[in-house]
Structure formats: structure tokens, C-alpha cells
């Protein structure tokens, strides 16, 4: 589970993200829903402890990850905004490398990775070179490589962003499936049909502030719209003339 209680940070005079708090549940697929620009990628970096927030807390099963963001961050399987792939290693080898980086052993890695490997469908480019992936099979091997160590909290940066329809329905059934298994999954999105398709809650920001929170069918009550695309126009709109 992870909870963010009015976390902020500015770049100079840039307040990109203004007292953003939300909590993901386990079990739950929780989405931070908004237009580019407006703050996700900031606030799920200092959620995954990669920037430490000027102000406020975030928690990760009970660690507060700026007092502790090495224990925080192994809670923690993330797929960051840039993929970042060794492109001279294959996917498997990729893999292998993150999970010698866990304290993984030689067994618990080939194994997990075999696991993957067959649940992503990448059985026909495990063992190539990375470079000259297209773009589904890069977000495959990148969310393999940060989920190896089989983390309770799995934090997505845009992770269909570009991707096919059917590498996107892929990573879809994945999503599922680790709720399924009562994992705590955080992602960011632009992409109302994505979150639409596969999310429980669903927290709006705009200009790097929270304008609303809850499900879908919650939003379009809120903002009495028949569809989440209204729904996020005329909830960022109203927040922006509040």
C-alpha cells in the first residue's frame, strides 16, 4: 500500500506539484490521471523515491521513504518514464542484471524470469539484443526487468504510451492478474481508455494539483457526464476556474 499525504516540489520558480496526496491500495489498480505536463511524472518520481519532495510524506507499506528510501524503494517495482534498456544485453540478460541488483539468486532468476518471459509473451526476443526492439516489446522487457523481484507495489510511468493494440491488451491482462494477486499497482496516464479499461480509483491533477479522486462512475457523478474524457474536461476546467 502506498499513501502520499501533500507532497510538493518546485524547479526554481516552476511549482510543478502543489500538495498532491492519494493512497493506492492493495489489491487495487489506482490511476493518476492527467493531460501532459501536468505534474504526474514529478509526483510519481517522488513517490518512487527518485526526488525527494520539499514538503509532505510518502509511505510504502508502512516506510517513509525519505527516512528510509532504500527499504522503500525494494517495496517497489517501477517502470520509470524513460524505459532505459542495456541495448547491447539481451531481455533476458537485462533481467538478470536487475535481479543480481535485488540479492537475487542465479535460481530465483531464472526462474521468475522463465515465469515472465511466458505471462508477457516475449518468448520470441527473450534472448535477442534490446537494441532495435520496437516499442511493445521494450515496455515488456522493462516491466519484467522492474517486477523480478516480485515487489508488493508495482508504480507505471505511462506504460502504454505508443504502444500497439495488442501489446496494450497485453499489459493489460498482466495488470489484472497482479491485482488479482492482491498487489498494490500505481500508474499514470493521459489515456482516459486506458484508465477507463483497467482502473478501481482514479486521481485527476492538473497544473501539478489533485482537482479530484475517486472511481470512474464516482467522476462522471461529480462532474454528471456520461463518459470519463467529459468527465476530465469539465473536472480540470471547474479546477482551474476554482
Known amino acids: 500500500m502506498i499513501t502520499v499525504e501533500n507532497i510538493s516540489k518546485s524547479f526554481g520558480e516552476v511549482q510543478a506539484v502543489k500538495d498532491v496526496s492519494l493512497v493506492a491500495e492493495d489489491g487495487k489498480i489506482?490511476?493518476?490521471?492527467?493531460?501532459?505536463?501536468?505534474g504526474k511524472t514529478t509526483s510519481m518520481r517522488m513517490i518512487y523515491a527518485l526526488i525527494t519532495p520539499q514538503t509532505g510524506v510518502v509511505t510504502v507499506d508502512g516506510i517513509?521513504?525519505?527516512?528510509?528510501?532504500?527499504?522503500?524503494?525494494?517495496?517497489?517495482?517501477?517502470?520509470?518514464?524513460?524505459?532505459?534498456?542495456?541495448?547491447?544485453?539481451?531481455?533476458?540478460e537485462n533481467m538478470a542484471y536487475f535481479g543480481r541488483l535485488q540479492g537475487m539468486s542465479e535460481a530465483q532468476i531464472k526462474n521468475r524470469s522463465g515465469e515472465l518471459i511466458e505471462r508477457l509473451g516475449m518468448e520470441k526476443f527473450a534472448d535477442r539484443q534490446t537494441d532495435g526492439f520496437?516499442?511493445?516489446?521494450?515496455?515488456?522487457?522493462?516491466?519484467?526487468?522492474?517486477?523480478?523481484?516480485?515487489?508488493?507495489?508495482?508504480?507505471?510511468?505511462?506504460?502504454?504510451n505508443g504502444l500497439d493494440v495488442m501489446?496494450?491488451?497485453?499489459?493489460?491482462?498482466?495488470?489484472?492478474?497482479?491485482?488479482?494477486r492482491g498487489k498494490c499497482i500505481l500508474f499514470s496516464s493521459h489515456v482516459m481508455q486506458e484508465v477507463s479499461a483497467v482502473c478501481d480509483e482514479i486521481t485527476v491533477i492538473d497544473a501539478g494539483a489533485v482537482v479530484a479522486v475517486g472511481t470512474e462512475a464516482e467522476l462522471l457523478a461529480q462532474s454528471n457526464q456520461s463518459n470519463l474524457e467529459d468527465a476530465f474536461v469539465s473536472l480540470v476546467t471547474a479546477g482551474a476556474g476554482a
Open 167 to 180: 501489446s496494450t491488451r497485453a499489459i493489460r491482462t498482466f495488470l489484472r492478474e497482479e491485482k488479482a
Open 30 to 38: 489506482t490511476a493518476l490521471l492527467g493531460a501532459n505536463g501536468a
Open 64 to 92: 517513509n521513504s525519505t527516512d528510509d528510501p532504500v527499504s522503500a524503494r525494494a517495496r517497489m517495482g517501477v517502470l520509470p518514464d524513460a524505459r532505459g534498456l542495456y541495448k547491447r544485453l539481451t531481455a533476458r
Open 134 to 160: 520496437s516499442q511493445g516489446q521494450r515496455v515488456k522487457v522493462a516491466i519484467a526487468r522492474a517486477i523480478l523481484h516480485d515487489p508488493q507495489n508495482i508504480l507505471l510511468d505511462e506504460p502504454t
